[in-house]
């Protein structure tokens, strides 16, 4: 049993439950969601770890986690900010709203800030155009949507997200 | 059964095809070529490079009446599709019409390749694969004239990025085609490579330690249909319009594969051919169209500055280089002084040819001819062998197929791969182990016997056997019951000389007890070490048990193609008492080390001759190279002596002493070159001018060799011993058994010379379960002196959950001298 | 609309717990399948409703599951919560707010066709709504409405979620089912349709969660109930997703057959600024561009009309308004650079061609493109029509064809002079 498997054996076993045991492979995706989970992006380690449970190699590991958006291969900022500038948020304003969140954190959409907390990012639909502006926010364990934003309430929002990082951090 | 055959009209030709077939083989069978990328012949259809589209109507039926609806002038009438369709996904059926050229498919196809060159390179002028790219060339065919896209908006990707040490991947080159993924997968079952990100961005990775880490790697270089993936062997080495071709046999185990050779004359040799790479050649009935690795690239010893170059002489304690005439003198003498105590040792790489004088030799002068093997047991399958037209690819249900003894994967790994395809097909698959290999997976039953119980495995498969067995051995017995045919490869996985000589023993009595012999797809393989271990079988050599003490009490030993010094220091030290040693060989082995005579030979590459594979199929090899202007053949050089000593032996050309043999041994009575140079029809069309269909391997019309007839087969009266006894392995208290294992990669003769495998190579080592190594005392990666039969060497550790609790295994020819399973002091000593 | 079937939350407080649910008579339709109704009965009477699919192809939902081979077993049931098409946000709500009603239909699906295992796929971005739906699903289990001996019989049903990560591709049926694999989400090769081989090589239904969500009303209360809302063809109400240049955003149930106009000005409140409406996008960014004429405003929305009338098929419904400060032009570029992200590669004309059409728009928004480019434009897209291997390579042709036939004006504003 690799370390890996060790720190997450219930919820491992759990989700390997969720399917035929000749399927196991259909497990690669949530392992790689709690790989993620743990550090913000899926390290090589984790790749290897993930392939040995599964019985596959880790060729095919990097290879899922490498076709999807939401796993990253790299460590970001603590959180990842993604904004949605696709057509309907776009009609909507979004792409004014993604500049000044950029020009309000002092960087451009892929970057990190310079404290290591945030990367911003443009991504597509995440069906809430009707509330645009939108963003979701890749943290260490979750995915949370923030609409109908505006500067005020995005100040907040990092206002607290920095806060809570900050706490975590001490806490750790 | 009878095949429903479907008739259909492709580009106004009419066809009829066996049901089922792809519409793209139909067309190609008539010689129309409907371009593919994605397509090949041996993958499972994708359609997804989209180049292949063709218009096909199909007949209206009256749903009414069930009966085509006729056009006013009584042809059928035909309904279209909106939309074009792949021919590489779609089945024939009755009466479709296919229009493969008309100008919506002619459109599609340059609007395809269009596309796929928006974001190629188009580097062709410094590409390896330039002048035999399907890309190129269906662009040529196909596509369009010039380019409408920006090149300042071509995707930039890196050109060079090594997938391990082997192969080299052009980013920028892929077409996405997925070939190599799907071959690495579906065929081989090493998913070592495969995409990461999509879209345009879809890009080739390896994860794998080593990169790319598959012995079938080479392959891929093949099929891929552009540049992307080449050879760091070939990369850069020579335009492939520069290139020669020979065919030739490969010199490496015993399944024979078809090989071409490429070489070019070149300035930087003065002026001779020079081998440049080595290319798979088309017999669907040995290695359809791949070659491992080691056959691949373990080719670099034949141009190793390390060959002997010249006879040479001893004179103290120094080689003196002396003319062939002298050589000759010497040696003939020598041999006529020890006379009938003149002992020949031959190497299981030597060809018929060489094997058939030196043989001829020793008998003239009275004396003895002994094969130098780890395996015996090969005149068992001049009974029981395979029956004449036997072909792995055939076995599918009704077949059954016994490995035992033997990790096919790397000691015959195309028959790997072919047993694998068989047990997919639905072949019952039995694999008898001491340990896991990577046939297991496949297996219907997999038994699992100490070391030192082979025999008895075997025999437990007989169905009369009595006693408790378990669910593995009834599984085996079962589908030896149930099967039309059998098979059964034996190997020397843990065994010494006489233990696969009783297993060869086993094998046959039970083939002929379930009466699985004399017949097509029926009978027994052996696993040999070398190529050409079993034409010395079938030419009267036989093993030697008692080897130090025959090579002791002989006065002259003449030995050709084997290392008996380098192997085992008993052997050597039995070389010392011997009379005059004559060695024939490519290297200064331990064994020339020892000589008084040094006779220099010419390399596979250089010269022709014929081998026999472990499936007793007679094959010939030709001169791809002219090598060194003083080198001869083996058999020439034995010829040669043969005359100063007044026995006549056939020395001109190769084809002359197969004749002779042929007059001399039942087996091959009739056959010529000729015979083994015929060719028939293969399926798939392979490596001709369309190399977008099946790859850059080579078509074979040099020979696909002729299998000989086992004498169960000719209807003749068998000789079978019974299995001999079998010591049981007994390891005493405070010991530590340790069994002989083999490796694709070893330190052999002909591997070494090749440096690109050198990180693949297997080291000094032993694989140990952890238990076993804790109860030793030893570490993971702990080095240490391991003594067998009193010799000491350093050997490192490697904990191996896959190793059995009772056994360490210690590969061969890796540097650490093992015969056969061996005792080692359990304690170990830390060095 | 006065009475929601789909959107019933929106009347009924606690909808999205179990108590709530039942209370207003929820899983009734499940008991009633399950103990009185054979699983024949339920497809029959799906069949009978008309439903039409409301992923995007408008194909008869009960015709689809009636496809299953009852010689090869287990089947399995999938719902389609990936909802990643721009402008879509439908399912979203009902996984939010009415999860059980959609679970009901998953499990009415279920048992129609003898399927012991259903999956709910979600978009990696639903992340909080797949933790949600595992509520939900615990809770079913711990009321015995999941699990074996369904109300005492003999069937059993166990349903699970998985979690996709980002890729609009997955969406697509059998991508779908290579993710939930373990695989690259990469369309599979038809035939064989999922219908026969589908998840684990079994026969599969997958249906979008919309979809589901009709049908414990349909079972409830009979196929004639359901006729009497949309047209003859296109029964039913339909959730449509509003967005764009509108004033009130957001989702609408209204029957099938509602005209454009309505929805806009009346539901959505017109144009903000008053500005005039230019373009309609019907089915997200797959749409074909609908050239807001009073025609179309005029026409019904539902299956047939608006493909059979304005030449744009009515897909998901999600209607995305343009209005007419906006540049065709740039539009595209938006679609264009969405397919080009999400294209999952695996064939040539999507992989290349999305490739090719990004970067031309591109140049054209930039004021770098020629003329020739827009014409080159066209080419490559219809170039690429009707030989990629899924749908998502036609849908990034949709916009950029239309838009070239119905703005050509706006593509030449943006020239290099
Ligand atoms: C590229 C692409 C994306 C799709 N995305 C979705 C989606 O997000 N949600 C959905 O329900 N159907 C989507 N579909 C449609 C599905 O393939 C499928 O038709 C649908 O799930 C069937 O469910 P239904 O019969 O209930 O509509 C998509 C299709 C394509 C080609
Ligand atoms: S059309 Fe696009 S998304 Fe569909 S298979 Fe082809 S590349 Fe993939
Ligand atoms: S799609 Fe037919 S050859 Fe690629």
């Known amino acids: 049993m690799n370390e890996f498997q060790e720190k997450n054996s219930d919820e491992i076993r759990q989700i390997l439950a969720k399917y035929p045991p000749e399927y196991k492979r259909s497990a690669v995706m949530p392992l790689l969601h709690i790989a993620q989970r743990r550090k913000g992006y899926v390290s090589p380690d984790d790749i290897r770890n993930i392939a040995e449970i599964l019985d596959i190699s880790s060729t095919d590991v990097a290879s899922v986690s490498g076709f999807y958006t939401l796993f990253h291969e790299e460590e970001g900022g603590r959180y990842r900010i993604q904004i949605c500038t696709d057509l309907p948020c776009a009609l909507r304003g979004a792409e004014t709203f993604l500049q000044s969140v950029c020009a309000e954190l002092g960087v451009a959409p892929g970057e990190t800030t310079s404290d290591g907390f945030f990367t911003v990012e443009e991504v597509k639909c995440l069906a809430a155009c009707h509330r645009a502006p939108v963003l979701q926010v890749q943290g260490e364990d979750e995915i949370i949507y923030h609409e109908n934003q505006t500067l005020e309430t995005f100040r907040t929002l990092i206002e607290d997200l920095r806060r809570h990082g900050q706490a975590q951090k001490e806490g750790a | ?831 | 609309m006065s009475q929601y079937i789909l959107l019933r939350h929106r009347d009924t407080p606690n909808l999205h717990t179990l108590d709530g649910y039942q209370a207003s008579g929820g899983f009734a339709a499940f008991q009633k399948a399950v103990t009185t109704m054979k699983p024949e009965e339920v497809l029959q009477e799906v069949k009978d409703s008309g439903l039409r699919e409301r992923g995007g192809a408008g194909f008869p939902t009960g015709i689809k599951w009636s496809f299953l081979p009852d010689k090869i077993w287990p089947h399995y049931v999938v719902a389609n919560a990936d909802e990643s098409e721009p402008g879509t946000f439908k399912d979203r709500e009902l996984l939010e707010e009415n999860p059980f009603q959609f679970l009901e239909g998953l499990m009415l699906a279920c048992y129609a066709v003898q399927a012991n295992l259903g999956y709910v796929y979600l978009r990696g971005e639903f992340w909080q709504i797949s933790e949600q739906i595992d509520g939900c699903i615990a809770a079913l289990e711990s009321a015995g409405l999941l699990g074996e001996n369904l109300f005492g019989g003999n069937y059993k049903l166990s349903l699970h979620t998985h979690l996709g990560a980002g890729a609009y591709i997955c969406g697509e049926e059998t991508a779908l089912l290579e993710s939930i694999e373990g695989h690259l989400g990469q369309p599979r090769l038809r035939p064989p349709f999922p219908a026969t081989s589908g998840l684990f090589n079994k026969p599969t239904v997958i249906n979008n969660v919309e979809t589901l969500a009709n049908v414990p009303p349909i079972v409830e209360h009979g196929a004639a109930w359901y006729h009497t809302f949309g047209t003859e063809k296109s029964p039913g109400t339909k959730i449509f997703s509003l967005s764009g240049n509108i004033n009130k955003p957001g989702n609408y149930e209204l029957p099938l057959g509602t005209p454009f106009r309505e929805l806009i000005y009346g539901h959505g409140g017109g144009i903000p600024g008053g500005r005039g409406v230019k373009a309609i996008m019907a089915a997200g960014a797959s749409s074909t561009l609908i050239l807001a004429d009073d025609k179309a405003l005029d026409t019904p929305m539902d299956y047939e009309s608006t493909l059979q009338e304005l030449g744009a098929p009515l897909g998901s419904a999600s209607v995305i308004v343009v209005d007419d400060a906006v540049n065709i032009g740039w539009l595209v570029k938006k679609t264009a650079n969405f397919f080009k992200h999400e294209s999952c590669g695996k064939c040539t004309p999507c992989r290349e061609g999305t490739y090719w059409m990004d970067h031309i728009t591109q140049r054209l928004i930039e004021g770098e493109a020629s003329l020739q480019d827009v014409d080159l434009l066209y080419n490559v897209a219809t170039q690429m029509q009707g030989r990629n291997l899924c749908a998502l390579g036609e849908f990034s042709t949709m916009a950029v064809t239309s838009g070239i036939e119905k703005f050509r004006d706006d593509f030449e504003a943006l020239v290099k002079k």
């Open chain 2, 1 to 831: 059964m009878a095949v429903k055959m479907v008739n259909l009209t492709i580009d106004n030709h009419s066809v009829s095809v066996p049901a089922g077939t792809l519409l793209v083989d139909a067309a190609k069978k008539v010689g129309i070529d409907i371009p593919v990328f994605c397509y090949h012949p041996k993958l499972e259809p994708v359609g997804m490079c989209r180049l292949c589209m063709v218009e096909i109507g199909r007949p209206v039926v009256d749903r009414a009446t069930n009966q085509p609806v006729l056009e006013a002038d009584g042809s059928p009438k035909l309904a279209f599709g909106p939309k074009l369709e792949t021919a590489c996904t779609t089945p024939v059926t009755d009466g479709m019409v296919v229009m493969t050229d008309n100008d919506k498919a002619a459109a599609e196809h340059k609007d395809m390749l269009e596309f796929l060159l928006t974001s190629h390179p188009l580097d062709c002028p410094v590409c390896d694969k330039g002048g035999e790219c399907p890309l190129q060339d269906l662009t040529m065919r196909f596509g369009p004239g010039k380019s409408r896209f920006l090149f300042d908006e071509k995707k930039r990707l890196a050109k060079q990025m090594p997938l391990g040490e082997l192969i080299i991947l052009d980013r920028e080159r892929c077409i996405q085609c997925a070939r190599c993924v799907r071959f690495q997968d579906e065929i081989v079952d090493d998913p070592v490579i495969g995409f990461s990100e999509r879209g345009r961005s879809l890009e080739i990775i390896t994860y794998s330690e080593p990169g790319f880490d598959s012995i079938f790697s080479g392959n891929t270089t093949d099929i891929c249909p552009v540049g992307a993936l080449t050879t760091i062997d070939f990369r850069f080495k020579a335009r492939p319009w520069e290139l020669n071709a020979a065919a030739s046999i490969c010199t490496h185990c015993p399944v024979g594969c078809n090989l071409t050779i490429n070489v070019r004359r070149e300035a930087r040799s003065g002026g001779r051919d020079v081998v440049k790479r080595i290319m798979p050649r088309q017999n669907e009935k040995v290695n359809e169209i791949w070659i491992c690795d080691k056959g691949r690239f373990a080719h670099h010893f034949t141009e190793s500055d390390q060959r002997l170059t010249e006879p040479m002489m001893r004179k103290g304690h120094e080689f003196v280089p002396v003319s062939w005439e002298e050589a000759l003198q010497a040696a003939a003498s020598q041999l006529k002084k020890a006379g009938d105590r003149t002992l020949a040792l031959a190497g299981g790489r030597l060809a018929n040819e060489d094997l058939f004088n030196l043989r001829q030799l020793a008998l003239g002068l009275g004396g003895e001819a002994g094969l130098y093997s780890i395996m015996g047991g090969g005149e068992l399958l001049t009974q029981v062998g395979v029956g004449q037209g036997t072909n792995l690819g055939d076995l599918g249900p009704g077949s059954a197929i016994l490995v035992i003894a033997s990790d096919l994967h790397q000691e015959a790994p195309l028959w790997w791969l072919r047993v694998k395809q068989a047990a997919e097909r639905g072949a019952t698959l039995i694999v008898a182990n001491a340990r896991p290999t990577r046939l297991d997976k496949f297996a219907k039953s997999v038994i699992r016997y100490n070391y030192g119980e082979e025999v008895e495995a075997v025999a437990s498969l007989v169905p009369e056997y009595k006693s408790e067995v378990s669910e593995a051995v009834r599984d085996g017995i079962q589908g030896i019951l149930g099967a039309e045919n059998v098979v059964v490869f034996f190997g020397s996985d843990g065994l010494s000389l006489q233990g696969t000589t009783a297993l060869a023993t086993a094998c046959a009595n039970l083939l002929v007890k379930t009466n699985h012999f004399g017949r097509t797809n029926n009978g027994l393989i052996g696993v040999w070490p070398n190529a050409n271990t079993q034409g010395a079988f079938e030419i009267g050599y036989r093993s030697m048990p008692d080897l130090a003490g025959r090579l002791a009490e002989a006065q002259a030993v003449y030995i050709a193609g084997a290392d008996p010094a380098g192997d085992d220091p008993a052997l050597a030290e039995a070389l010392r008492k011997t009379g005059f040693i004559i060695v024939q060989e490519l290297f200064m082995t331990q064994t020339a080390r020892m000589a008084d005579l040094i006779l220099p030979v010419q390399a596979f590459t250089e010269r022709e001759g014929s081998f026999v594979s472990g499936e007793r199929r007679v094959q010939r090899y030709y001169p791809a190279v002219k090598g060194l202007p003083d080198l001869r053949p083996d058999y020439q050089i034995v010829a040669q002596i043969g005359e100063l000593l007044n026995i006549p032996l056939e020395g001109r050309v190769a084809s002359l002493v197969f004749l002779r043999l042929a007059e001399a041994l039942p087996d091959f009575n009739g056959l010529t070159y000729q015979h083994l140079a015929e060719v028939e029809e293969q399926w798939p069309i392979y490596g001709r001018e369309d190399l977008y269909y099946g790859g850059t391997g080579y078509h074979n019309h040099q020979g696909m060799g002729v299998q000989l007839k086992p004498a169960a087969q000719r209807v003749e009266p068998l000789y079978l011993p019974d299995a001999p006894e079998h010591p049981a392995l007994t390891v005493p208290e405070g010991s530590l058994l340790v069994v002989p294992i083999t490796r694709l990669y070893d330190r052999g003769t002909t591997m070494l010379p090749t440096s690109l495998l050198h990180e693949r190579m297997e080291k000094p080592v032993i694989y140990i379960h952890p238990n076993l190594a804790t109860a030793a005392g030893m570490q993971d990666g702990q080095s240490f002196q391991l003594v067998l039969n009193g010799i000491s060497t350093l050997v490192q550790v490697i904990f191996d959950e896959n190793a059995p609790v009772n056994a360490a295994l210690l590969p061969r020819s890796v540097g650490v001298p093992i015969q056969g399973p061996a005792l080692a002091q359990k304690e170990i000593v830390s060095a």
